[in-house]
């Protein structure tokens, strides 16, 4: 059995992705390449009985000019004999409805001497717009075998496996001698790395730099010898250019004909875009489509969460019964199986909204959302294409910065990132509900409008204000890390493929459990340990007090239970915590048991009701859990002042703080495997933290 | 006013307008901008200008493109 490597490449919309599944099914993963943000997808396809191969799809570029951290990737793959997914052959993906500018990169991969074979997709779409091509004088021209397919509808698919079984050839002729351009720097480039296209040395003399496979002597030669001949390069990437396009001229003339009255594709696309991006129902489509986005995360995904919750507190009932009562259960249960059911619970959102974000980039939508929204983002540093992170971030921020991976300017997509857990997720909406007890009444103003729905509304609104604000502030703090620019393909309406929106839902869910998962039951585990365990005999003190009392019992069994259980969590580790940290959030108006919750409920911010609960000993008394936590917590007296502890003051203090504080591990897990490093989700929750610290001892200090 | 034959920055023209392109602006983004089909001689044709006033897309060849005006005006074209 013979491996063989593949790599697709090729323009931006061309179709790649949906060759890639045509071609590998749901027989691919997607990885990382080494310590990179960039998503590795890979696929396995087996060719014949002898030949199997692993193939690649590296990101969309429009030329091999690399600028973006995706593009390198693209360049080094191609480039570096020693990447590890360095291809032997190459199947470059070229939009038949757009032929020029996709021959463009077409001749500069062909220029680089690696065996290719170009694979035509979109040749319905170039018919119904009048165009018609002549694939095997493309080929003679191009000096590469040209296949059609249509990756959408699989066919073709056939014919290209069976052409790469055959063994493909090094392209023979250069598409653009480069070598008259700078003959002495090509000469001297191949020397010194022993590369033998020429153009893969020009492109080397460009590039050098961020090329990874050269030693440092290697790199010093190269600079040297660019230095001694003034190596002129933006000139000369401008002159290959034009070169190429001199030469693609004629080949396109002689290759296609073009019916000019027949623009179909086209100008369907120009009427659609006429309402879509009208200055007024442009605007009202767009906020009718983004809100139905939101309901389905926020609304729809509800029931399948509520079942996997109720899932899981079955299993953990089940187990807890069935198994001894130790340690070893105990941790299994309260950390693992938590931990396990805090990452599943999070499966429905992250499908849903994928599934609505591919079916919106699948019918080009996603960039006339970008082209209706850019000018206003720009303003506060982001871009067009942070409008659906945002958006999403109301229900959840977690899908939601997963979704950040659609923009490419990393500066843009930082502060997407940075900025959109201040939205007001769903989980904040259980804590907000407690607590606006204790400072709205349940009234209304003027007879309609109720008090408690205001202050929700104002709480949601602050979220987008200090969002906004936020990302303004880190346009001026963050460096741009690359040269980026805006210009975007409109690419044509197209009926989304169901096929590809399945595989992006599963793939989405896969990467998340994966990768973002380890890390949330890592802190899972450590936060049960905090809660369980306490300094040395401190639990067995308890469990002795009570075992000594339960005779003269006037309580309930279970009652006496509850209580039980408030003693220890105020004893354990993170009670411990919450008498330490108590100095520092007394000026904010709580007190060491909220301490505890604050600690508790990294978690999950909802997590901050049920610790309430179990503080308050109030755990399983009443089946109206919520109410029964809510009046007990306004009987809590403060020792020191005599005062109800949860006042006003403190209520809206710990709500400001809930609206801005980073309380959300699978939010920090998830910023780390976007970001690839502990950076960012570091900056992010000492930023988050100090804000809430100061704006609730702001309010705390001033409605005291 | 409008004149028949001046030379404008391709931000300045207008929805529905259509030129050719006479010069780009030296730089890494005339080069983005060639490798985008946007080269000295090629007709172009401003299809919109977004609803907030930027960005604006033109077609060019047989597709849309979207650019910011800024960007547009690299690209120098005769009405």
């Known amino acids: 059995m013979k491996n063989i ?398 979704s950040t991976r659609g923009i490419e300017n990393w500066k843009d997509r930082i502060i997407t990132i940075m900025v959109t857990p201040l939205m007001s997720c769903s989980a904040r909406l259980p804590v907000y509900a407690l607590l606006i007890s204790f400072i709205v009444p349940d009234e209304r103003l003027f007879g309609i409008m109720n008090l408690k729905g205001l202050v929700m509304l104002g709480l949601y609104l602050l979220g987008w204000a200090m969002s906004l604000l936020v990302a303004l502030v880190m346009k001026w703090i963050i460096k741009a890390k690359e040269k980026s620019y805006y210009l975007m393909e409109l690419p044509i309406y197209r009926r989304p493929r169901w096929g590809n929106v399945g595989i992006t839902m599963v793939e989405k869910a896969k990467v998340f459990v994966m990768d973002a998962g380890k890390v949330i039951i890592t802190i899972s585990i450590i936060l049960w340990f905090l809660a369980s365990f306490g300094p040395g005999t401190a639990f067995t003190d308890i469990e002795r007090k009570y075992a000594d009392l339960q005779p003269a019992g006037h309580a309930t069994k279970t009652e006496t239970e509850d209580i039980i259980k408030s003693e220890k969590l105020g004893a354990s580790f993170a009670g411990r915590i919450g008498h330490f940290i108590e100095p520092a959030i007394r000026p904010l108006g709580f007190d060491w048991k909220i301490g505890i919750a604050l600690i508790t409920s990294f978690a999950a911010r909802e997590v901050f009701v049920g610790t309430m609960s179990t503080i308050y000993s109030v755990g399983s008394t009443a089946d109206s859990d919520f109410e029964a936590i809510r009046d007990r917590m306004r009987k809590e007296i403060d020792p020191i002042t005599k005062k109800p502890v949860y006042s006003a003051a403190t209520s809206f203090s710990l709500m400001i703080f809930f609206a801005f504080a980073m309380q959300c591990m699978s939010t920090v897990s998830v910023v780390r495997r976007e970001t690839k490093s502990w950076k960012w989700p570091l900056i992010q929750m000492a930023y988050m933290t100090g804000l809430a610290y100061a704006a609730s001892l702001l309010v705390y200090q001033l409605f005291k | 006013m409008k004149q028949p034959h001046s030379v404008v920055p391709l931000g300045k023209l207008r929805a529905g307008e259509t030129a050719v392109i006479v010069d780009l602006e030296k730089g890494d983004l005339a080069l983005k901008l060639m490798e985008m089909g946007l080269l000295p001689g090629e007709k172009i044709f401003v299809d919109m200008v977004a609803p907030l006033g930027d960005p604006i897309s033109i077609k060019i060849g047989n597709y849309l493109l979207s650019l910011r005006k800024e960007e547009a005006n690299a690209v120098l074209v005769r009405r």
């Not at chain 1, 590039?207 to 440092?216: A, L, Q, S």
């Not at chain 1, 000369?236 to 034009?242: A, D, K, P, S, V």
């Not at chain 1, 070893?328 to 429905?348: D, K, Q, S, W």
Request: glycine share 6%; with cysteine; aromatic share 8%.
């Open chain 1, 5 to 402: 490597k593949i790599a697709l490449i090729g323009n931006p919309n061309c179709g790649k992705s949906s060759l890639f599944n045509a071609l590998t099914g749901l027989r691919q993963k997607v990885g990382n390449f080494a310590g990179i943000t960039v998503d590795k997808k890979t696929g396995y396809l087996q060719l014949s009985r002898e030949l199997n191969a692993h193939v690649i799809d590296l990101p969309g570029t429009y030329s091999l000019y690399p600028r973006r951290i995706d593009e390198f990737i693209t360049f080094d793959v191609l480039l570096n004999p020693d990447n590890p997914s360095h291809p032997d052959v190459v199947v470059i993906v070229a939009d038949a409805s757009n032929l020029k500018r996709n021959l463009l990169f077409c001749s500069q991969i062909i220029d680089l001497k690696i065996p290719s074979i170009i694979a035509l997709n979109m040749v319905d779409v170039a018919r119904k717009n009048g165009l018609a091509i002549d694939t095997l004088q493309l080929a003679v021209d191009l000096g590469v075998k040209v296949i059609h397919v249509n990756a959408r509808e699989g066919k073709g698919i056939h014919d290209l496996k069976r052409a790469i079984q055959t063994a493909i050839p090094v392209p023979e002729r250069y598409f653009v001698e480069v070598k008259p351009l700078c003959p002495e720097v090509i000469n001297g480039i191949k020397d010194i790395t022993g590369v033998k296209s020429d153009y893969t040395a020009f492109q080397i003399a460009c590039h050098y730099i961020n090329i990874f496979c050269f030693n440092v002597e290697q790199k010093g030669k190269i600079k040297q010898l660019l230095e001694r001949h003034q190596f002129p390069m933006a000139k000369l990437q401008g002159e290959e250019i034009l070169k190429r396009y001199e030469k693609i001229n004629p080949i396109l003339e002689r290759c296609t004909s073009q019916d000019q009255s027949k623009q179909q594709a086209l100008d369907t696309t120009a009427k659609i875009d006429r309402i879509l991006l009208h200055p007024v129902y442009g605007y009202l489509i767009f906020l009718l489509i983004f809100y139905l986005v939101f309901q389905a995360i926020f609304s729809w995904a509800a029931y399948p969460m509520d079942a996997i919750g109720a899932g899981f507190s079955w299993m953990q009932e089940a187990l807890n019964k069935n198994l001894p009562q130790n340690l070893v259960t105990n941790l299994l249960v309260e950390g693992v199986l938590a931990g396990i059911g805090g990452i599943i619970v999070f499966i429905p959102q992250i499908m849903l909204l994928f599934g609505f974000i591919s079916i919106l980039e699948d019918t080009g939508y996603m960039t006339r959302v970008s082209f209706l929204m850019d000018r206003l983002m720009r303003k506060v540093g982001m871009s067009g294409k942070s409008t659906l992170p945002l958006v999403s971030g109301l229900a959840c921020a977690v899908p939601a910065i997963m």
